[in-house]
């Protein structure tokens, strides 16, 4: 009975790639960009795919919308909607509403919020969020869709997670979502985050590196550089504390195949403009270090490690060197490989598309942490380019049909 259930909704997915143009050009034409970002909100995208799924008769649409008073609607949408199982467990789909800037627009070929096939290859589209993350949200619809249409009740429930402000921090999204209903997710059931991934559907992220961005401020003291002397050359300074990262990096010894690559890496990034002339001495320097701290170490650990050094340098060039975090983000436990939501996602991928998949690690940071953070296995996983936030954002739309289908094929036990 479930099998045919599930070969029947199968088969309807494979015929609607017209349906995913249709979610994605509306979604891209609504923007969706948060005020953060000099946008008005995902209010109107919101609204749209709210109707869009009322359409099908499903009813079962919670909001949970933060207030923001920068956004002409006064708040920032989060819908929660679920389409019925034959049991409790709930297989969840986390979406993002908001995308980020179409950046330099003349580096597109087309208008960024307006969808477009290719020229040459029609199942490859472009225009702003079409990856990331309207591909994930086209899924879901269209799967919550599928069902009603074909009247099937799968073995799973299906909830969608519709958020905002993912691009911004998360704040008026899940972590919005998590402060008033901490307990909508039950730990037994699966959630799926498809905003990662890979052409080939290969690739199943599970654990993330912890994240922490160092401000590194050394003040020594300005004068003619003519009389080098008289001064405390800040910019010596900086550049001996910017060539002891890779020494802090070589004491971090702990190597985790899950990550490419396997280590730590702390690497110097921006640094701040010093004097506008060339014949002054600097006699400050601010600089930033972008850390990637495997799971096995604290953020702390790395902090210490950093003010170490500058203890060093402040002595040897005799200015003073402060490190202070400036943005950070804990690892949380990785999801475990034989967790229900990886083991399934697993067998779905075999089902639709004949592969196997690996797990992995990523050194950036996805909506994921969020609920390994709270005990709650988390996978990402997505078929799709990589080319999120690029000019040109592609992606295609069978890959969307086959995605669909995987999130499908999870809904059955067998
Ligand atoms: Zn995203």
């Known amino acids: 009975m479930s099998q045919e259930e599930k070969h029947t909704l199968l088969a309807s997915l494979s015929g609607c790639a017209d349906r995913m143009f249709e979610l994605q050009s509306a979604m891209t034409a609504r923007r969706g960009l948060g005020p953060d970002n000099g946008g008005d909100g995902e209010q109107s995208k919101a609204e749209y795919l709210e109707t869009w799924l009322r359409s099908f008769g499903i009813d079962d649409i919670e909001h949970v919308d933060a207030a923001d008073d920068r956004v002409p609607s006064g708040k920032r949408p989060n819908l929660i909607v679920r389409v019925p199982g034959r049991s409790e467990r709930t297989l969840w789909i986390l979406g993002h509403l908001d995308v980020v800037p179409a950046g330099e627009e003349s580096l597109w070929r087309s208008d960024p919020w307006t969808v477009v096939h290719d020229d040459q290859d029609p199942d490859l589209i472009y225009g702003r969020g079409v990856e990331d993350n309207q591909q994930a949200v086209a899924c879901g619809c269209a799967l919550a869709a599928a069902l009603k249409e074909n009247g099937i009740v799968p073995d799973?429930?299906?909830?969608?997670?519709?958020?905002?402000?993912?691009?911004?921090?998360?704040?008026?999204?899940?972590?919005?979502?998590?402060?008033?209903?901490?307990?909508?997710?039950?730990?037994?059931?699966?959630?799926?985050?498809?905003?990662?991934?890979?052409?080939?559907?290969?690739?199943?992220?599970?654990?993330?590196?912890?994240?922490?961005?160092?401000?590194?401020?050394?003040?020594?003291?300005?004068?003619?550089?003519?009389?080098?002397?008289d001064g405390k050359n800040a910019l010596a300074a900086a550049a001996a504390m910017i060539l002891g990262a890779a020494d802090v990096e070589a004491s971090f010894t702990a190597r985790n195949s899950l990550f490419a690559p396997d280590r730590?890496?702390?690497?110097?990034?921006?640094?701040?403009?010093?004097?506008?002339?060339?014949?002054?001495?600097?006699?400050?320097?601010?600089?930033?270090?972008?850390?990637?701290?495997?799971p096995?170490?604290?953020?702390?650990?790395?902090?210490?490690?950093?003010?170490?050094?500058?203890?060093?340098?402040?002595?040897?060039?005799?200015?003073?060197?402060?490190?202070?975090?400036?943005?950070?983000?804990?690892?949380?436990?990785?999801?475990?490989?034989?967790?229900?939501?990886?083991?399934?996602?697993?067998?779905a991928v075999k089902d639709v598309l004949g592969g196997d998949c690996r797990c992995g690690g990523i050194g950036g940071s996805t909506v994921a942490v969020n609920f390994r953070e709270r005990g709650i296995p988390a996978a990402v996983w997505a078929l799709i380019f990589e080319n999120c936030h690029s000019p040109n954002e592609a992606a295609r739309l069978s890959f969307a049909v086959k995605e669909a289908q995987v999130f499908a094929s999870m809904l059955f036990n067998d």
Request: one cysteine or more; proline letters at 6%; hydrophobic letters at 40%.
């Open 156 to 229: 799973l429930g299906l909830g969608l997670i519709l958020v905002s402000d993912e691009e911004t921090g998360n704040a008026y999204g899940i972590q919005h979502v998590f402060r008033e209903k901490p307990d909508f997710v039950s730990a037994d059931d699966l959630v799926l985050v498809p905003d990662s991934g890979s052409p080939d559907g290969a690739f199943i992220e599970t654990a993330e590196k912890g994240i922490l961005w160092l401000r590194v401020e050394v003040e020594g003291r300005q004068c003619h550089a003519s009389r080098p002397d």
């Open 264 to 294: 730590s890496t702390f690497t110097p990034t921006k640094h701040e403009a010093n004097v506008p002339n060339v014949n002054t001495m600097p006699g400050k320097e601010v600089f930033y270090i972008d850390c990637r701290v495997l």
């Open 296 to 347: 096995c170490y604290s953020l702390d650990e790395v902090l210490s490690a950093f003010r170490a050094l500058a203890d060093k340098v402040a002595e040897k060039y005799e200015v003073s060197v402060r490190v202070e975090k400036f943005m950070e983000e804990p690892a949380a436990a990785p999801t475990a490989e034989d967790s229900p939501v990886v083991s399934g996602l697993k067998k």
